[in-house]
């Protein structure tokens, strides 16, 4: 009986659905495919066969018969699914029949099973785009929808996803859709896939029911893949899943991370729901060191600590007072303490003949360079052999070297025992006091900035920086002025200290001042309300663009007004619409480059592709002469670019685009914007495209890459940038501007003799400190002008980016904060989010004892037991507790 029931099934189902297809096969060929089967396949297929004979059976107790064997024989087969199972691929001609007579079937249960399984034989038989196993799945019984298998519950998610969308644009019901949904991101949670429910929630646009499913043994998985989807995701949606994984992460108890989230959505009220969620003191140390890192001014009140003692011991940790200890604490770990001269670092020895020879005089121009070089290399190690040699010696304290520098020179040279003595309040301002009662008002001013870049990122109760600085904000000479205006920026950034607000913005409507004193004091106050919106201090600097004069818009310095008025909007995307229309209203010098900056600046660190588009869009406009708002367009898409690695690299490879067929004015920015993009970070494709420019005939693209050099090799010592360096410095021995480049940019390279970075990124390349990125961003655009800003009189904007050094360090330390040596694996990261089971977070790793240095890329994981961090991603200082349930192997 059983092959005539193939003969007549077959024909009617295989070729009314088939038939556009090819002729039925013959009974010749169809007798060989038997042929080809094992026994047991053969008999299975005969048996599959005879079940869809039966199914059609009028009597009801065989249908159901037959429907629970096929259940049977197709459930023990798709437990795995590496090919298609044998039951499915037997039914294949069958399910034309099983349709049609499931169509006949009278409403009852056995229609109910029958749709189930026509829902699963779907899964390898409809036609695309039909969904019909969704269909049948709908129409079926409710049962548990796992025992078919996973590829069943993943099929169905894509044709849930499919046929939300079509719903949505019919405005049909989804009640039943997101019953469904509930059930398969209850299936997919509790068999280890939290990235399928999560795209499926996110598909059908109801993530808030994600943390019903999440518990204790998925949510660190489920977090870590909401936190770097959001990355891809258009806002609004991202900063909703970022929400999701901070209400996981405190469900949890998991607040170090939830806090890296409050930060990365700048909400201080979400920062506060941390301190006050968790009762433990040595948590909120740590949470405290966190905050310090990153440079959020967060004020801490009852709630958060009603005990005096512990207000006080978490402030000191806020206020970053102990960054000047740890740090020295490295550098004594890594033997780095003796003091280098310039020549240390020039190695002039290396080269050839004609370069060592031209270096022998003294020329004001080479002095100051190599004042910066001594202040980059020495940076907060508190002693070096210019500034602060032992007063004992003849050539009489710090006296001399300060009066072999010219005029604007000394002022660089003044500030830069600022920088050497950087983050230690007590002994920097006593060193600088001397400076004060200088007759010469460079060597006043410099001591003033001096002092702004000791307390640069370290707060005071007693505001010494604003004590010092205030009174000489509104003396008559200009020099002065700046120095205390720029003093007051760097101290004072990112706190939004409203003393400070209205002092500077007084300078900034004061009709006599000169228009230099105007640009920084727009700088100043666009670091200290970095990211903050204030529309008063917006207002300030809007009149203040709006009064210059014919003349003073072609000034290099007026460049200074638009990105004060940026940096108010870092990151803040749309807040800064308002202000985008207001400045379509100035002058049409100056009205295209504060667009750019104004763009750049407000979608800075978000990844955000449209906008690179749209500045790529003006890059590839010619200009009349005397326009240039394509250099800040250039350096915006590195600034959005630079939020995650896929979109770094397609912007290194569209800024080698602009290279080729870019004007002269976008060449001179792309190495710029190159070495925004990998600051810190020595890329060799990067490294290779800057060398390449500094052998460049237009003399400006060579210097900006020249700094570029100096920029991607921040703090690193690498071996081959410095090579290049002493290599260009003998090619450039006779051109002083490109040759003081090449000193700057050796100075970056050896920043902190290798223990500082630039890098604005910190937590894993989570988390942006907005202050770093204005500080990079300020001498960046003093850059697009060298030869009027960093090679005449201003060259002190190179102190700006005392606001990005921080050391590039891991510290471990007990439960009294006091430095504990522990052994860690240091190595390079590994990116596991979504990734099965328990994969290793870093590969060729090397042990090492804490204080250890981490390199771009690098990730640290401790590496014993006896120990736990209070905090997932071990940078900065980590607080470690003992472990109880640990037991020394005996």
Not at 15 to 34: F, G, L, Q, R
Not at 477 to 490: E, F, H, K, N, T
Not at 494 to 519: M, Y
């Given at each position: 009986m059983?092959?005539?029931?193939?003969?007549?099934?077959?024909?009617?189902?295989?070729?009314?659905?088939?038939?556009?297809?090819?002729?039925?096969?013959?009974?010749?060929?169809?007798?060989?495919?038997?042929?080809?089967?094992?026994?047991?396949?053969?008999?299975?297929?005969?048996?599959?066969?005879?079940?869809?004979?039966?199914?059609?059976?009028?009597?009801?107790?065989?249908?159901?018969?037959a429907?629970?064997?096929?259940?049977?024989?197709?459930?023990?087969?798709?437990?795995?699914?590496?090919?298609?199972?044998?039951?499915?691929?037997?039914?294949?001609?069958?399910?034309?029949?099983?349709?049609?007579?499931?169509?006949?079937?009278?409403?009852?249960?056995?229609?109910?099973?029958?749709?189930?399984?026509?829902?699963?034989?779907?899964?390898?038989?409809?036609?695309?785009?039909?969904?019909?196993?969704?269909?049948?799945?709908?129409?079926?019984?409710?049962?548990?929808?796992?025992?078919?298998?996973?590829?069943?519950?993943?099929?169905?998610?894509?044709?849930?996803?499919?046929?939300?969308?079509?719903?949505?644009?019919?405005e049909?019901?989804?009640?039943?859709?997101?019953?469904?949904?509930?059930?398969?991101?209850?299936?997919?949670?509790?068999?280890?896939?939290?990235?399928?429910?999560?795209?499926?929630?996110?598909?059908?646009?109801?993530?808030?029911?994600?943390?019903?499913?999440?518990?204790?043994?998925?949510?660190?998985?489920?977090?870590?893949?909401?936190?770097?989807?959001?990355?891809?995701?258009?806002?609004?949606?991202d900063?909703?899943?970022?929400?999701?994984?901070?209400?996981?992460?405190?469900?949890?108890?998991?607040?170090?991370?939830?806090?890296?989230?409050?930060?990365?959505?700048?909400?201080?009220?979400?920062?506060?729901?941390?301190?006050t969620?968790?009762?433990?003191?040595?948590?909120?140390?740590?949470?405290?060191?966190?905050?310090?890192?990153?440079?959020?001014?967060?004020?801490?009140?009852?709630?958060?600590?009603?005990?005096?003692?512990?207000?006080?011991?978490?402030?000191?940790?806020i206020?970053?007072?102990?960054?000047?200890?740890?740090?020295?604490?490295?550098?004594?770990?890594?033997e780095?303490?003796?003091?280098?001269?310039?020549?240390?670092?020039?190695?002039?020895?290396?080269?050839?003949?004609?370069?060592?020879?031209?270096?022998?005089?003294?020329?004001?121009?080479?002095?100051?360079?190599?004042?910066?070089?001594?202040?980059?290399?020495?940076?907060?190690?508190?002693?070096?052999?210019?500034?602060?040699?032992?007063?004992?010696?003849?050539?009489?304290?710090?006296?001399?070297?300060?009066?072999?520098?010219?005029?604007?020179?000394?002022?660089?040279?003044?500030?830069?025992?600022g920088?050497?003595?950087?983050?230690?309040?007590?002994?920097?301002?006593?060193?600088?006091?001397?400076?004060?009662?200088?007759?010469?008002?460079?060597?006043?001013?410099?001591?003033?900035?001096?002092?702004?870049?000791?307390?640069?990122?370290?707060?005071?109760?007693?505001?010494?920086?604003?004590?010092?600085?205030d009174?000489?904000?509104?003396?008559?000479?200009?020099?002065v002025?700046?120095?205390?205006?720029?003093?007051?920026?760097?101290?004072?950034?990112?706190?939004?200290?409203?003393?400070?607000?209205?002092?500077?913005?007084?300078?900034?409507?004061?009709?006599?001042?000169?228009?230099?004193?105007?640009?920084?004091?727009?700088?100043?106050?666009?670091?200290?309300?970095?990211?903050?919106?204030?529309?008063?201090?917006?207002q300030?600097?809007?009149?203040?663009?709006?009064?210059?004069?014919?003349?003073?818009?072609?000034?290099?310095?007026?460049?200074?007004?638009?990105?004060?008025?940026?940096?108010?909007?870092?990151?803040?995307?749309?807040?800064?619409?308002?202000?985008?229309?207001?400045?379509?209203?100035?002058?049409?010098?100056i009205?295209?480059?504060?667009?750019?900056?104004?763009?750049?600046?407000?979608?800075?660190?978000?990844?955000?592709?449209?906008?690179?588009?749209n500045?790529?869009?003006?890059?590839?406009?010619?200009?009349?002469?005397?326009?240039?708002?394509?250099?800040?367009?250039?350096?915006?898409?590195?600034?959005?670019?630079?939020?995650?690695?896929?979109?770094?690299e397609?912007?290194?490879?569209?800024?080698?685009?602009?290279?080729?067929?870019?004007?002269?004015?976008?060449?001179?920015?792309?190495?710029?914007?190159?070495?925004?993009?990998?600051?810190?970070?020595?890329?060799?494709?990067?490294?290779?495209?800057?060398?390449?420019?500094?052998?460049?005939?237009?003399?400006?693209?060579?210097?900006?890459?020249?700094?570029?050099?100096?920029?991607?090799?921040a703090?690193?010592?690498?071996?081959?940038?410095?090579?290049?360096?002493?290599?260009?410095?003998?090619?450039?021995?006779?051109?002083?501007?490109?040759?003081?480049?090449?000193?700057?940019?050796?100075?970056?390279?050896?920043?902190?003799?290798?223990?500082?970075t630039?890098?604005?990124?910190?937590?894993?390349?989570?988390?942006?400190?907005?202050?770093?990125l204005?500080?990079?961003?300020?001498?960046?655009?003093?850059?697009?002008?060298?030869?009027?800003?960093?090679?005449?009189?201003?060259?002190?904007?190179?102190?700006?980016?005392?606001?990005?050094?921080?050391?590039?360090?891991?510290?471990?330390?007990?439960?009294?904060?006091?430095?504990?040596p522990v052994?860690?694996?240091?190595?390079?990261?590994?990116?596991?989010?979504?990734?099965?089971?328990?994969?290793?977070?870093?590969?060729?790793?090397?042990?090492?004892?804490?204080?250890?240095?981490?390199?771009?890329?690098?990730?640290?994981?401790?590496?014993?037991?006896?120990?736990?961090?209070?905090?997932?991603?071990?940078?900065?200082?980590?607080?470690?507790?003992?472990?109880?349930?640990?037991?020394?192997?005996?």
């Amino acid at each position: 009986m059983a092959p005539e029931t193939n003969k007549t099934s077959g024909s009617g189902g295989a070729t009314k659905n088939d038939a556009p297809v090819k002729a039925p096969p013959s009974k010749k060929k169809e007798d060989k495919k038997d042929d080809d089967l094992s026994e047991e396949d053969l008999a299975l297929k005969q048996q599959l066969e005879l079940y869809v004979e039966r199914v059609q059976d009028p009597e009801p107790g065989i249908q159901k018969l037959a429907l629970e064997s096929l259940r049977q024989e197709i459930r023990s087969s798709t437990s795995s699914m590496t090919s298609v199972p044998k039951p499915l691929k037997f039914l294949r001609p069958h399910y034309g029949t099983l349709k049609a007579h499931y169509e006949k079937m009278a409403e009852a249960d056995l229609k109910k099973f029958m749709a189930d399984i026509l829902s699963v034989l779907a899964l390898t038989m409809s036609a695309e785009g039909e969904r019909e196993s969704l269909k049948y799945r709908l129409l079926g019984s409710e049962g548990d929808i796992g025992s078919w298998g996973h590829e069943y519950v993943r099929n169905l998610a894509g044709e849930i996803a499919q046929e939300y969308t079509k719903r949505r644009s019919e405005e049909a019901s989804i009640d039943d859709l997101i019953e469904l949904v509930q059930q398969i991101v209850a299936f997919h949670m509790k068999h280890n896939a939290e990235p399928e429910a999560v795209d499926l929630l996110m598909e059908v646009e109801d993530l808030d029911i994600l943390s019903k499913y999440v518990d204790k043994t998925n949510f660190k998985r489920t977090c870590l893949y909401l936190t770097s989807a959001a990355k891809y995701l258009p806002g609004p949606d991202d900063l909703v899943v970022l929400k999701i994984a901070y209400e996981i992460y405190i469900k949890f108890m998991e607040y170090a991370s939830a806090l890296q989230i409050a930060l990365f959505l700048d909400d201080l009220q979400y920062i506060k729901q941390v301190y006050t969620s968790c009762d433990d003191v040595l948590q909120k140390k740590q949470f405290s060191y966190i905050i310090a890192r990153h440079g959020t001014a967060f004020k801490l009140d009852d709630d958060i600590a009603s005990d005096d003692i512990v207000r006080e011991v978490l402030e000191e940790i806020i206020n970053n007072t102990k960054l000047s200890e740890g740090y020295l604490t490295l550098a004594r770990d890594i033997e780095v303490m003796e003091p280098k001269s310039p020549e240390d670092i020039y190695k002039a020895h290396l080269l050839d003949g004609r370069a060592s020879a031209g270096a022998s005089v003294d020329s004001a121009r080479q002095n100051l360079a190599a004042t910066f070089v001594n202040a980059f290399v020495n940076a907060g190690f508190g002693q070096d052999k210019l500034m602060t040699p032992p007063t004992d010696s003849s050539s009489g304290g710090s006296g001399n070297w300060l009066f072999k520098n010219k005029e604007h020179g000394k002022t660089s040279a003044a500030a830069s025992l600022g920088m050497i003595l950087m983050w230690d309040v007590d002994s920097g301002l006593a060193q600088l006091d001397k400076y004060f009662h200088s007759n010469d008002n460079h060597v006043i001013s410099g001591a003033l900035l001096g002092v702004g870049i000791v307390n640069c990122g370290i707060r005071n109760e007693c505001d010494p920086a604003l004590a010092l600085l205030d009174d000489f904000v509104d003396k008559e000479d200009p020099s002065v002025r700046i120095g205390a205006i720029m003093g007051l920026g760097i101290a004072y950034a990112g706190t939004q200290n409203e003393q400070i607000c209205k002092k500077l913005s007084l300078v900034l409507n004061d009709a006599k001042a000169p228009l230099d004193v105007i640009a920084f004091a727009a700088i100043s106050l666009g670091l200290v309300c970095v990211g903050s919106c204030n529309e008063v201090v917006a207002q300030a600097i809007i009149l203040s663009l709006m009064e210059r004069s014919e003349s003073d818009l072609q000034d290099p310095l007026t460049r200074f007004l638009p990105l004060g008025l940026g940096l108010l909007y870092l990151g803040k995307q749309e807040s800064v619409e308002a202000t985008a229309e207001v400045s379509k209203t100035f002058n049409e010098k100056i009205r295209k480059y504060c667009d750019m900056t104004l763009l750049s600046c407000a979608y800075a660190g978000t990844g955000n592709v449209l906008k690179v588009q749209n500045l790529l869009g003006h890059c590839a406009e010619i200009l009349e002469k005397g326009e240039t708002h394509q250099g800040p367009a250039v350096l915006g898409i590195a600034m959005i670019a630079m939020a995650e690695e896929l979109g770094l690299e397609m912007a290194i490879r569209s800024l080698e685009h602009l290279l080729q067929y870019g004007q002269q004015n976008i060449r001179r920015a792309v190495p710029l914007a190159l070495g925004l993009l990998c600051i810190s970070n020595p890329k060799v494709n990067v490294m290779d495209t800057l060398s390449r420019l500094s052998h460049d005939t237009d003399s400006e693209v060579a210097m900006a890459a020249v700094i570029s050099l100096g920029l991607i090799g921040a703090g690193t010592n690498n071996a081959r940038i410095a090579g290049m360096l002493r290599n260009l410095s003998s090619y450039y021995y006779k051109e002083t501007s490109l040759h003081f480049c090449v000193r700057i940019a050796q100075g970056l390279v050896h920043l902190g003799k290798g223990l500082l970075t630039l890098n604005p990124y910190h937590s894993d390349r989570f988390l942006l400190s907005p202050t770093a990125l204005a500080g990079l961003i300020t001498m960046l655009h003093a850059c697009l002008d060298m030869k009027e800003i960093i090679l005449r009189k201003y060259h002190y904007v190179l102190y700006f980016l005392v606001l990005a050094m921080q050391p590039r360090m891991l510290l471990t330390v007990d439960e009294n904060l006091k430095p504990l040596p522990v052994p860690v694996r240091v190595g390079q990261a590994v990116d596991v989010v979504g990734q099965a089971g328990r994969p290793k977070t870093i590969t060729g790793f090397q042990t090492h004892s804490t204080p250890v240095l981490l390199a771009a890329g690098d990730r640290a994981e401790l590496a014993t037991e006896k120990y736990i961090p209070l905090t997932p991603i071990l940078e900065g200082f980590v607080i470690l507790k003992e472990n109880p349930d640990y037991r020394e192997d005996q």
